[in-house]
């Protein structure tokens, strides 16, 4: 193994061709991602499998911190600690296992290590379920003390998701040209890391300070926020921020990259793609609130399940994810077969795709996710997040592209 | 355009209400042009048999993490069985004329512990001489419908009115089923030969003048949906809404009143467990609910149950018309965690009454 000291990632440079026609290709790839999320669901998190992550909150803030470590591994260290050469040339199987193996070892060390064992028993208390059942008195049991942790390192996630995004992809390569791998990484990750808490510290913190009774106030200030989102819940920002970093996905998915595209020079391309996807993430965040009051009547403050406004934050990014997961496998499983048409026509078909058959996967996970996935019935069922399935979903795609070449149906072009 | 025109227009021909349509859980929560109007009644006195479904916080929690967390279906936990109580209320409904009829809202979970409280109130005496002719079941959780054995022995054919989204093990228990080879699951060797009505959404089902209950499907945990709540109008004062665990959510119940009940506004108060934070851990989300419920000004909230003595406690701190209980429930031979725990006294325990 070594660094690799290349001038482009690798995911941009390689070329896949499929096996086979595009659509048989496609079809096998989609044949076997439906198969490896069946068994990774029911073994790993289905209530009826057998270690039962999906409580739901503990089982999301797995999948989407592995999202995130996958992203890194990807486009952050450029697949460091292992050669181009065992990239462009090993099995795509075992290269499979090995940088799987590798987003495993970072989550359990990162997560599970420092966050959960050092931070939550030597500096926050909400990290660690067992540090909030020590010291915590009354309510703070096995069931909510591991909810409430769950939820904080999911909330930490997010500012790392919107941060590591606009990084990976606004910046790329033009903030540390000089440094090799793992030299740049570590910079890139360092600087995304300082960011990231500062907004978690700002936009999170306080909901999690609110979490106890009594309001933790001295260590985090009563939620800011309530004024303009109508609610306590930090899921406010949680919906914007995340449907910002969907919207980034969707722009890389549905339409070659634009707006991102349009501007090349720094600092400029960077400030375009912040700006740009928060305006977007707002848009789409805020387009799901009008249909939802149309579906469900106005929410109003206290309002419960459907009717909370807290809860709709949280959906946005559900629905969006739901248009995602058909935007990705629209993209790398089929995506050769609209290269047949023009840019806008193609980015356009390629959206109306993703958002009837994402509305449809939507009917369709609520309305038989209960028999094929043991997830509780109901849209907005307090125990049911779908969210969290979605990211699995997204993890089994991305390790199938980036770590797997596109195995079986595609291959790397020799 | 007005925005909501606009919507309608462009969500008819989205994807969106073909999801409302199929999954069939969202909420139709639209105003009736029309207002319901079911009448008044004189007065409304709430007797809390039993608000202690559980004695113990974290053995409960531990039983359900063991058997795969708060989705696991509520038939395959083994519980504690020492742990076991339940949660009963006496409704009794004073009419416009003076006379005065008794409803049983749920029947609790132990056998032990529901045969120990009904004696002790003469509960089972009122079902035996049908003092007392119809059950409320207001959903089929562990907590409010697995002692169902206690009520039928005394009174097999009572009136039932049971939600029609029960577990299909709930509906097997009316007919005489036997769980219990799980730990702290159910049996019923009295089979239910009185009339059944299982309630739907949507329908409103008229008990008498100024009561009547709704069914919600809404979602709970270990697998179970719906409830019915309990409706009453008080005259020169308002509705008053009685629930089992009121998993809707007590807004739900209020905005479902000022949209579908003539003079719906006038919300005067309520009884029963809330189901706001029943293990007592918080969620910003529950100081919206308190800003939220404080806002449509009632006069008595009396809560307990699943509500969370922190919500309550909270609550009264904020303002809310929250009504204190006694220390009645401390001569039982049983008292729950917040009794162990000294907590301040803002749950109607068991033995209290409310009058609205």
Redesign the interface.
Not at chain 2, 14 to 20: H, L, P, R
Not at chain 2, 248 to 252: A, E, L, N, R, S
């Given at each position: 193994m070594s660094s690799n000291n290349a001038t482009e990632n690798w995911i941009a440079t390689r070329e896949l061709s499929p096996r086979w026609s595009v659509g048989l290709s496609g079809l096998a790839n989609l044949v076997v991602h439906v198969i490896a999320v069946f068994v990774i669901w029911w073994i790993f998190f289905s209530n009826a499998g057998i270690f039962k992550l999906y409580t739901p909150l503990l089982g999301f803030s797995l999948v989407i911190w592995t999202l995130l470590i996958i992203l890194w591994q990807a486009e952050l260290f450029d697949f460091w600690p292992f050669s181009r050469g065992f990239i462009r040339d090993g099995n795509p199987l075992a290269k499979g296992a090995a940088l799987t193996g590798v987003t495993i070892a970072v989550y359990l060390i990162l997560i599970i290590g420092l966050v959960f064992f050092f931070l939550g028993k030597y500096g926050v208390t909400y990290f660690n379920w067992n540090s909030l059942m020590l010291y915590g008195e009354f309510g703070q049991d096995p069931t909510s003390t591991r909810e409430t942790a769950s939820w904080a390192m999911l909330s930490l996630s997010v500012p790392f998701f919107l941060i590591s995004t606009w990084f990976m992809f606004g910046v790329g390569k033009d903030l540390f040209p000089e440094l090799n791998q793992p030299r740049r990484g570590i910079a890139m990750w360092g600087l995304i890391a300082v960011i990231s808490i500062i907004l978690y510290l700002v936009f999170f913190h306080p909901h999690i300070g609110s979490m106890f009774y009594p309001q933790q106030i001295y260590t985090a200030v009563p939620p800011w926020w309530q004024g303009i989102a109508q609610t306590n819940s930090a899921e406010f920002s949680l919906g914007i921020l995340f449907c910002s970093v969907v919207g980034i996905f969707y722009a890389f998915h549905l339409w070659d990259g634009w707006p991102f595209t349009i501007v090349k020079k720094q600092p400029w391309r960077f400030i375009f793609f912040a700006v740009v996807s928060l305006v977007f993430g707002y848009i789409i965040f805020r387009l799901q609130l009008f249909i939802f009051d149309y579906l469900w009547y106005e929410a109003y403050i206290g309002g419960q399940n459907e009717a909370n406004f807290g809860w709709r934050y949280s959906h946005t990014v559900t629905m969006a994810n739901f248009v995602l997961v058909i935007a990705i496998i629209q993209n790398t499983f089929f995506g050769q077969a609209y290269t047949r048409f023009p840019g806008i026509l193609r980015g356009i078909i390629k959206t109306v795709v993703a958002i009837v058959v994402g509305m449809l996967f939507a009917w369709a996970y609520y309305r038989f996710g209960p028999a094929l996935l043991g997830v509780t019935q109901g849209v907005s069922h307090p125990s049911e997040n779908a969210a969290a399935f979605l990211i699995m979903v997204i993890n089994l795609l991305l390790i199938q592209d980036f770590f797997m070449d596109g195995w079986p149906g595609y291959k790397l072009k020799r | 355009m007005k925005?909501?025109d606009f919507?309608?227009g462009?969500?008819a021909t989205?994807?969106?209400?073909?999801?409302?349509g199929?999954?069939g859980?969202?909420?139709k929560?639209?105003a009736k042009s029309k207002l319901e109007d079911f009448g008044e009644i004189k007065s409304l006195k709430v007797h809390c048999i039993s608000e202690t479904s559980w004695f113990d916080?974290?053995t409960l929690?531990?039983d359900?993490?063991a058997a795969?967390?708060?989705?696991?279906n509520q038939y395959d936990v083994a519980y504690n069985e020492e742990n076991l109580g339940g949660y009963a209320a006496l409704v009794e409904v004073e009419a416009l004329d003076g006379k005065k009829t008794k409803y049983l809202l749920d029947t609790g979970w132990s056998n032990d512990w529901m045969d120990y409280v009904f004696e002790k109130d003469g509960i089972d005496k009122m079902l035996q001489s049908k003092e007392i002719d119809t059950l409320i079941i207001s959903h089929d959780h562990i907590d409010h419908y697995f002692a169902l054995e206690s009520t039928l022995k005394h009174q097999p054919d009572i009136k039932i009115y049971f939600p029609g989204t029960s577990m299909k093990k709930s509906f097997e228990l009316l007919k005489g089923a036997d769980f219990s080879a799980t730990p702290g699951c159910p049996k019923n060797s009295v089979p239910h030969t009185g009339e059944l009505i299982v309630t739907e959404t949507n329908k409103l089902y008229k008990l008498q003048e100024g009561a009547a209950i709704v069914f919600f499907d809404?979602?709970a945990?270990l697998?179970v949906?719906g409830e019915n709540v309990m409706y009453f109008k008080i005259k020169d004062k308002g509705y008053v809404t009685v629930t089992g665990c009121c998993h809707?959510?007590?807004?739900?119940l209020i905005?479902h009143a000022r949209r579908n009940f003539k003079d719906g506004n006038n919300n005067y108060g309520c009884y029963g467990g809330l189901h706001i934070?029943p293990?007592?851990?918080?969620?910003?989300?529950m100081?919206?609910?308190?800003?939220?419920?404080k806002?449509m000004n009632m006069t008595k909230i009396g809560c307990n149950h699943c509500t969370g003595?922190?919500w309550a406690?909270?609550a009264a701190q904020m303002g809310l018309p929250i009504v204190n209980g006694t220390n009645k429930n401390l001569s039982y031979k049983k008292t729950g965690t917040l009794a162990q725990?000294k907590?301040s006294n803002v749950y109607l325990g068991n033995g209290d009454d409310i009058v609205f």
């Open positions: - | 925005r909501r919507l309608k462009m969500v989205g994807a969106g209400v073909a999801i409302s199929g999954v859980t969202l909420s929560a639209h916080n974290p929690g531990a359900i993490k795969g967390g708060i989705n696991t809404a979602p945990t697998q949906r809707p959510g007590i807004m739900t905005n934070s293990f007592e851990n918080w969620d910003p989300k100081d919206d609910l308190i800003q939220g419920v806002a003595w922190i406690e909270k725990a907590t």
